[in-house]
């Protein structure tokens, strides 16, 4: 599912019990995370419940193009991740330094209806994609 087919899901969804449960739903369709991957180095820090990323990068003619996998041990976290990989996975360093998440999830209101723990945590996700993003960059 693109990020657009997301932002519109969420357009078509009248109250935020629906909207958490349109969350939850995109979290469970994530594909499997490896096992071998849930290692310290892919936790991401200053998240409530624990969330694995993993990055692989692939040179393109844009430049070094990002994908990514993900998955928490939260139902909730679990559909913030897919919503973050649908907006990152698959553009180039360039792109992910200049998408402004907060932004993007702010215009459906998404923020503003999360605990501060999981806005936290969705933060320290977004900053890590683009850690991800600057690293690629550096080595390019």
């Not at 919503?83 to 360039?94: E, I, P």
């Amino acid at each position: 599912m693109t990020i657009d087919d997301i932002l519109e899901g969420f357009a078509l969804l009248d109250d935020w019990e629906e909207r958490y449960r349109f969350l939850i739903e995109l979290g469970r369709d994530l594909p499997p995370f490896p096992d071998e991957a849930r290692t310290d180095a892919n936790k991401v820090n200053g998240c409530a419940s624990q969330v694995w990323l993993l990055s692989r990068t692939e040179e393109s003619a844009d430049g070094p193009r990002l994908f990514f996998q993900g998955d928490s041990d939260a139902h909730l976290v679990r559909g913030l991740v897919a919503v973050l990989l649908a907006l990152y996975s698959g553009r180039t360093a360039a792109e992910i330094e200049e998408t402004d998440a907060v932004a993007v999830l702010d215009g459906i209101g998404l923020r503003e209806h999360l605990t501060p723990q999981r806005s936290n945590g969705l933060r320290s996700m977004v900053n890590r994609i683009r850690a991800e993003a600057g690293r690629a960059l550096a080595e390019a």
